[in-house]
């Protein structure tokens, strides 16, 4: 096994992540998260804390203050 999931998770797992993040639901409810994750095979956690950044660079890349809920969202 790789060293690379201590810093955070493979490329196939960031390909799940990304797929969800994109496709599915940018705020998952704990149900869908601990599906992502176990399809993605890491922790709610880890699944979790990426969802937050993740959803912070979008916001960032969007124009968008990074923690402010929108109606929008």
Same mark, same amino acid.
């Given at each position: 096994?790789?060293?690379? &999931?201590?810093?955070?998770?493979?490329?196939?797992?960031?390909?799940?992540? #990304?797929?969800?993040?994109? $496709?599915?639901? =940018?705020?998952?409810?704990? &149900?869908?998260?601990?599906?992502?994750?176990?399809?993605?095979?890491?922790? #709610?956690?880890?699944?979790? $804390?990426?969802? =937050?950044?993740?959803?912070?660079?979008?916001?960032?890349?969007?124009?968008?203050?990074?923690?402010?809920?929108?109606?929008?969202?």
């Amino acid at each position: 096994m790789s060293t690379e &999931t201590a810093s955070g998770p493979t490329e196939d797992q960031v390909e799940i992540l #990304e797929y969800n993040f994109n $496709k599915v639901n =940018k705020h998952p409810d704990p &149900t869908t998260l601990c599906l992502i994750a176990a399809e993605a095979g890491l922790s #709610e956690e880890e699944t979790q $804390k990426w969802f =937050k950044q993740r959803l912070a660079q979008w916001r960032q890349s969007e124009g968008l203050p990074s923690e402010c809920r929108s109606v929008t969202d």
